[in-house]
């Protein structure tokens, strides 16, 4: 299974679907739009253009999780920000499947050997697992907190 981040270099990686082999889909950002509003996965969807073909969604879920994603007509990749982790690359039409895996608990976040790194892993069957860090100062949400402590608690 592929490990994606946000280094420009791994971008070739995901021209292709890795389940199908096919292109990525180009996003239509009404569509987009609304795909994420039916999910039902958020409490609050705002949607800010910021050009034209492109927006900005601010999404809030019950669970305290905050997602900023962005968008732009006719690519096949969004940046997906969530609550300081800033994801580049992430195919458009996988985005709501990455964000249920993250308000699904079904990430990992560990911190680094000197502590002063938090380390985010989404992980997406089939595709890969996308990993972005951020710089830790004492401020771990709730949701990360409970993503470390079930991580140690189904460690062998």
Do not use: H
């Amino acid at each position: 299974m592929g490990f994606w981040s946000t280094w420009r270099e791994n971008r070739r990686s995901l021209d292709y679907s890795r389940r199908s082999g096919e292109r990525w889909p180009k996003a239509d950002v009404p569509e987009f739009v609304a795909a994420v509003e039916a999910s039902g996965l958020f409490e609050s969807v705002e949607a800010a253009p910021v050009a034209p073909g492109c927006v900005d969604l601010y999404l809030e879920a019950a669970t305290g999780q905050s997602f900023v994603v962005m968008v732009a007509d006719g690519l096949d990749s969004c940046r997906v920000i969530c609550d300081g982790y800033v994801f580049d690359w992430v195919p458009a039409c996988l985005v709501l499947e990455f964000l249920r895996t993250v308000l699904a608990g079904e990430i990992d976040v560990e911190f680094s050997s000197s502590r002063r790194w938090v380390r985010l892993r989404v992980p997406l069957p089939g595709e890969g697992t996308w990993a972005e860090s951020r710089l830790f100062d004492d401020d771990l949400a709730p949701w990360e907190a409970r993503a470390i402590s079930s991580a140690r608690t189904s460690a062998p």
